[in-house]
């Protein structure tokens, strides 16, 4: 099997991207990371600012590395502009690099798109504010957000800090429809352990933003159609159509 080469770059201190995205993409891709520059002594807002004024540059932080996508595996900076600048910015940016690009946003728009998906409850672990953005550009990008569940960490909102426990508990008691699609917005929180215990005994569809980046960006890598399965992180066998599917090896 010919593996693809997928480029990503991720926040400097986000514990969760790499190791999810390497279990989603499985035996057929390599992932290749870099990070954006630290900003020490600034607010959050500030930060996030930051790193999308620097992704144009990191886009050549890969040099001549021959890869098959990149990704932008953080969500929360794209949450302070509207999804068309998102897009037509991802637009440019595969064009000068030559390499089909796409930010966490963006590829979970497309993810959505792909399964037919008009009505969302948003689960955020983002601060309050970044929480309003983030349900704002989702509106905006014309889905219906029917619920907002704030996860909270023990010492507070924090997308890294949450555990799977703490996730799976504070979904559980927003007491949600059983045919919910649920969108759990942040490639630092870890979602993959919680997809089973939160599909269990329902109908949910589950949507992670590390999941709709592994499935934008291994669509891209093996040049087919890419399953994107509803409990992605079990291994299943490949789709009788041929395509692969995200999740697993399998």
């Not at 004024?53 to 990704?71: C, E, R």
């Amino acid at each position: 099997m010919n593996r693809g080469r997928v480029g990503v770059i991720v926040a400097p201190a986000n514990p969760s991207a790499e190791p999810e995205l390497t279990r989603l993409l499985g035996s057929r891709a390599d992932m290749h990371v870099t990070r954006f520059p630290v900003r020490h002594g600034l607010s959050l807002a500030e930060r996030l600012e930051s790193y999308n004024a620097a992704l144009p540059s990191m886009v050549w932080a890969f040099d001549g590395l021959p890869l098959s996508a990149m990704v932008m595996a953080c969500s929360e900076p794209r949450y302070l502009i509207g999804p068309d600048e998102d897009r037509e910015q991802c637009a440019e940016l595969s064009e000068h690099a030559g390499v089909p690009f796409a930010s966490a946003t963006l590829a979970t728009r497309e993810a959505m798109r792909h399964v037919g998906v008009g009505d969302i409850v948003l689960v955020s672990p983002y601060q309050p504010w970044l929480t309003e953005l983030a349900e704002r550009f989702w509106k905006t990008s014309g889905l219906n957000v029917t619920q907002v569940v704030q996860v909270r960490a023990k010492n507070g909102y924090s997308p890294y800090a949450v555990t799977p426990a703490e996730l799976i508990s504070q979904v559980e008691l927003a007491e949600l429809p059983g045919d919910a699609v649920l969108l759990l917005t942040g490639t630092g929180m870890a979602t993959l352990p919680a997809l089973g215990p939160l599909n269990a005994g329902n109908d949910r569809l589950l949507l992670t933003s590390n999941l709709c980046a592994a499935w934008w960006a291994l669509s891209r890598a093996v040049g087919r159609p890419v399953t994107l399965g509803r409990v992605p992180h079990r291994r299943r066998r490949m789709a009788a159509a041929g395509g692969a599917q995200v999740g697993g090896t399998a």
